[in-house]
Every structure is written in structure tokens, then in C-alpha cells.
């Protein structure tokens, strides 16, 4: 049968009514202090309850592992509690919800950091680029980022601790299960990339080395909440935070071919020709390729993301290409996108200038479709 946005499809132990999923977004809006879900996030998840899946926007294991101002947590019980009001209002309304779960490594600052420590990172190598920071006066701030700190395997070992902690207060949080963030430049993608490990030890050098702390994470994870509602995100040749990888062919192959046997909830790709939250237009040829390739790799449920609308959403599916699609920004300025992508409505515009902090506006107030 030849898939569409608004066929049904199964995701582990849940039914999706349709293929329209809302892609992890980042709005720094958490309460303070101690970055705690709000009442206005949990309106804000509520009326985008008609996805067929949230991802929530990327949530801090740890203290260590937050790098921007305002982003929520899922470590300590006012969080937990935080996000259980958010799961609720999206299950009453017939919503599915997983929550990502983030680790940022060298995408810090001292100032997020337990005791004002260097933020850490598989090596002592700096990302490119600010992070955003509160400045002295709590207002948002471009901030440098530090030469961060190289990580020693007991140090690894605490992170792994701290992702099963996470996932499991996700679930004690309602959350129908967890999605693992390990692209954007971020912690498990600084252990992934060649050009952001130079470690010799076990968890550095050849592929299955850089892979392996992603794949503890997934079996510590798997292990406490169970696979069928653990998933991973990955950005194959993303570029952002000054991500490369010398053979990434090989190198996100051999993931997809050991994430094939730990049967989680789906995987998740993003297009590479996304730059964090922008498309790139200096185009490489191996960008389509390399989603083609993990495609044929995959044998579990395969979401894509990245500057798709409907159209290409619906050729992704026909395609083969793609079993569900998350959508980014159309999510933001459009509560009910589902709705409006069935029937051909027309789409609000996103403003971007709204998109990370502030208050109620550009946030809970676009409109539903008349
Ligand atoms: C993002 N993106 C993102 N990705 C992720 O894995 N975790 C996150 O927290 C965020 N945060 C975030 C915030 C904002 C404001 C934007 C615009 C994007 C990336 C996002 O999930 C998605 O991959 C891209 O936006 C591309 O999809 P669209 O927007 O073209 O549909």
C-alpha cells in the first residue's frame, strides 16, 4: 500500500493516527528558577496535542549537561512534576509524547555548570561559536564558549547514569518514551564525528569506538524504560556546531545497523542540507545520497525532518524515503498543522525573532485555522 501523511502507522506500542509528527524544538521558556516546565508550556504542548507525535523540545539530563539559557530539565522532582502536567494535557486530548533528551558537552558555559566548571567534551577541542547565555542582569546573552574540558571514563560513566536517571524520570513524567539526542553537535555527536574526538581510548578512534558511547546510552536507556519507547535522533553530515566526519557513510551505517537490532520505537534523521535551523544551500551531492543509504539499512520505523512541507512530505512517503515526518517551524506557528495539511489550508508564518525566550508571544498565541 503506498503510504501517505494520513495513513495509520504503528510505533511501538502505539498507534499513530497519521504520519504528521512536531519536531523537537528548543523555545527557552523553561520556569525559573531550576528550568522547570510552566502552565504557558504546558498550553503551548497542549494545542499541538493533534501531532501524531511530539518530540519535546530537548530537555537536560543533568545540570552539566544544559548549555542555553531557559532550557528545561528532566532531573530534578520539580521538573519531573513540571513535565507530568505537560503529558497529561497532551493525553487528554488523544496526544502522543516523547521527550528528547539532551546533553549539550562542549555547548556550554561555566556559568550552567555545577561550580562553574569547565563544560565537558570527549576532547579538550573548543565548537566553533557562541552559545546563549544569561548575562549579569538575567538577560539573554551571546556568550563564548570555553576550550572544554576531556571527559575520563569515570566521568563517562556518570553520563550514562544520567541518561538512564532521565529516562526514567521521563516516564515517572507521563511521557510515552524518550528520544535520544545525538546530532546537532551535541555531546553523543562530539563522541561520533571524527573531527571532534581524537580520544585513543576505548571510546575514540575507529567507528565502533566513537559509537560506542551512544550505544551505551541506548541499551542504559533501553534497559530501564524498555526499547519499545526509546528512540535516537541523528544528523548524518550536519555541519552544525562544527560537526565532520571523515567517512560518514561508514560511519552512520555502522549506527544504523547496530541500532537495527536493539528494535527501538523508530530513528529519526535529519535532512543534512539543515544547518541547525537553517537550510544550507551549498549543496553536496552525498546529502540525499546518505539518507537513501540509511534508509536501506533501516529496518524499524524511519522519521525524516528538515525544510519538508507537504509536498515533498508526501513524495518522502510514496517514496519510501521517509515513514513519518516531523515537521519544525510549521509546528511553531501552526498549533494545528495536522488539520491544515489534510485539508490544504493555508500556513501561518513563523517568526523566528520569537522563536528562543520570551513570554506568551510567538508562542501560544498563532491561531487555529477558522
Ligand atoms: C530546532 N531543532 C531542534 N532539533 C533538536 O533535535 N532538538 C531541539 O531542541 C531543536 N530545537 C530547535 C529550535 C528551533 C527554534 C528550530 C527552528 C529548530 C531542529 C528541528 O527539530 C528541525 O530539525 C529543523 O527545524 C528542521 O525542520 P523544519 O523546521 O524545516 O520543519
Given at each position: 500500500?503506498?503510504k501517505?501523511?494520513?495513513?495509520?502507522?504503528?510505533?511501538?506500542?502505539?498507534?499513530?493516527?497519521?504520519?504528521v509528527?512536531?519536531a523537537?524544538?528548543?523555545?527557552?521558556?523553561?520556569?525559573?528558577?531550576?528550568?522547570?516546565?510552566?502552565?504557558?508550556?504546558?498550553?503551548?504542548?497542549?494545542?499541538?496535542?493533534?501531532?501524531?507525535?511530539?518530540?519535546?523540545?530537548?530537555?537536560?539530563?543533568?545540570?552539566?549537561?544544559?548549555?542555553?539559557?531557559?532550557?528545561?530539565?528532566i532531573?530534578?522532582?520539580?521538573?519531573?512534576?513540571?513535565?507530568?502536567?505537560?503529558?497529561?494535557?497532551?493525553?487528554?486530548?488523544?496526544?502522543?509524547?516523547?521527550l528528547?533528551?539532551?546533553?549539550?558537552?562542549?555547548?556550554?558555559?561555566?556559568?550552567f555548570?555545577?561550580?562553574?566548571?569547565?563544560?565537558?567534551?570527549p576532547?579538550?577541542?573548543?565548537?566553533?561559536?557562541?552559545t546563549?547565555?544569561?548575562?549579569?542582569?538575567?538577560?539573554?546573552?551571546?556568550?563564548?564558549?570555553?576550550?572544554?574540558?576531556?571527559?575520563?571514563?569515570s566521568?563517562?560513566?556518570?553520563?550514562?547514569?544520567d541518561?538512564?536517571?532521565?529516562?526514567?524520570?521521563a516516564?515517572?513524567?507521563?511521557?510515552?518514551?524518550v528520544?535520544?539526542?545525538?546530532?546537532?553537535?551535541?555531546?553523543?555527536?562530539?563522541?561520533?564525528?571524527?573531527?571532534?574526538?581524537?580520544?585513543?581510548?576505548?571510546?575514540g578512534?575507529?567507528?565502533?569506538?566513537?559509537?560506542?558511547?551512544?550505544?551505551?546510552?541506548?541499551?542504559?536507556?533501553?534497559?530501564?524504560?524498555?526499547?519499545?519507547?526509546?528512540?535516537?535522533?541523528?544528523t548524518?553530515?550536519?555541519?552544525?556546531?562544527?560537526?565532520?566526519?571523515?567517512?560518514?557513510?561508514?560511519?552512520?551505517?555502522?549506527?544504523?545497523?547496530?541500532l537495527?537490532?536493539r528494535?527501538?520505537?523508530?530513528?529519526?534523521?535529519v535532512?543534512?542540507?539543515?544547518?541547525?535551523?537553517?537550510?544550507?544551500?551549498?549543496?553536496?551531492?552525498?546529502?540525499?545520497?546518505?539518507?537513501?543509504?540509511?534508509?536501506?539499512?533501516y529496518?524499524?520505523?524511519l522519521?525524516?525532518?528538515?525544510?519538508?512541507?507537504?509536498?515533498?512530505?508526501?513524495?518522502?512517503?510514496a517514496s519510501?524515503?521517509?515513514?513519518?515526518?516531523?515537521?519544525?517551524?510549521?509546528?511553531?506557528?501552526?498549533?494545528?498543522?495536522?488539520?491544515?495539511?489534510?485539508?490544504?489550508?493555508?500556513?501561518?508564518?513563523?517568526?523566528?525573532?520569537?522563536?528562543?525566550?520570551?513570554?506568551?508571544?510567538?508562542?501560544?498565541?498563532?491561531?487555529?485555522?477558522?
Amino acid at each position: 500500500m503506498t503510504k501517505h501523511l494520513f495513513n495509520p502507522i504503528r510505533l511501538g506500542i502505539h498507534t499513530l493516527a497519521h504520519r504528521v509528527a512536531m519536531a523537537p524544538l528548543t523555545r527557552s521558556r523553561a520556569g525559573q528558577p531550576g528550568n522547570v516546565p510552566t502552565a504557558m508550556n504546558v498550553e503551548y504542548y497542549r494545542q499541538r496535542a493533534s501531532a501524531a507525535l511530539i518530540v519535546t523540545e530537548a530537555t537536560q539530563i543533568s545540570q552539566q549537561g544544559q548549555g542555553y539559557a531557559w532550557t528545561p530539565g528532566i532531573h530534578t522532582e520539580e521538573q519531573v512534576q513540571g513535565w507530568h502536567a505537560v503529558s497529561e494535557a497532551v493525553h487528554a486530548e488523544g496526544g502522543t509524547i516523547f521527550l528528547q533528551l539532551w546533553h549539550v558537552g562542549r555547548v556550554s558555559h561555566p556559568i550552567f555548570q555545577p561550580d562553574g566548571a569547565l563544560p565537558v567534551a570527549p576532547s579538550a577541542l573548543p565548537v566553533p561559536g557562541k552559545t546563549f547565555i544569561i548575562d549579569e542582569n538575567g538577560n539573554g546573552a551571546w556568550g563564548d564558549v570555553p576550550v572544554p574540558q576531556k571527559l575520563n571514563e569515570s566521568g563517562i560513566r556518570a553520563i550514562v547514569e544520567d541518561y538512564r536517571r532521565a529516562a526514567r524520570n521521563a516516564i515517572v513524567a507521563g511521557m510515552d518514551g524518550v528520544e535520544i539526542h545525538a546530532g546537532n553537535g551535541y555531546l553523543l555527536d562530539q563522541f561520533i564525528n571524527s573531527n571532534s574526538n581524537q580520544r585513543t581510548d576505548a571510546y575514540g578512534g575507529s567507528i565502533e569506538n566513537r559509537a560506542r558511547l551512544l550505544l551505551e546510552v541506548v541499551d542504559a536507556v533501553a534497559a530501564e524504560v524498555g526499547a519499545s519507547r526509546v528512540a535516537v535522533r541523528l544528523t548524518p553530515m550536519g555541519r552544525f556546531m562544527g560537526m565532520g566526519d571523515d567517512t560518514p557513510e561508514a560511519t552512520f551505517g555502522y549506527i544504523v545497523r547496530q541500532l537495527n537490532v536493539r528494535d527501538l520505537a523508530y530513528l529519526h534523521l535529519v535532512e543534512p542540507a539543515m544547518v541547525g535551523t537553517v537550510k544550507d544551500e551549498n549543496f553536496d551531492p552525498r546529502w540525499d545520497a546518505i539518507i537513501h543509504l540509511l534508509r536501506l539499512e533501516y529496518n524499524g520505523v524511519l522519521m525524516l525532518a528538515g525544510g519538508y512541507d507537504r509536498d515533498s512530505a508526501e513524495r518522502a512517503l510514496a517514496s519510501g524515503r521517509a515513514d513519518i515526518i516531523a515537521f519544525g517551524r510549521p509546528f511553531i506557528a501552526n498549533p494545528d498543522l495536522p488539520v491544515r495539511l489534510r485539508d490544504n489550508l493555508a500556513l501561518n508564518t513563523p517568526d523566528a525573532g520569537s522563536f528562543f525566550g520570551g513570554d506568551a508571544v510567538g508562542y501560544i498565541d498563532y491561531p487555529a485555522a477558522a
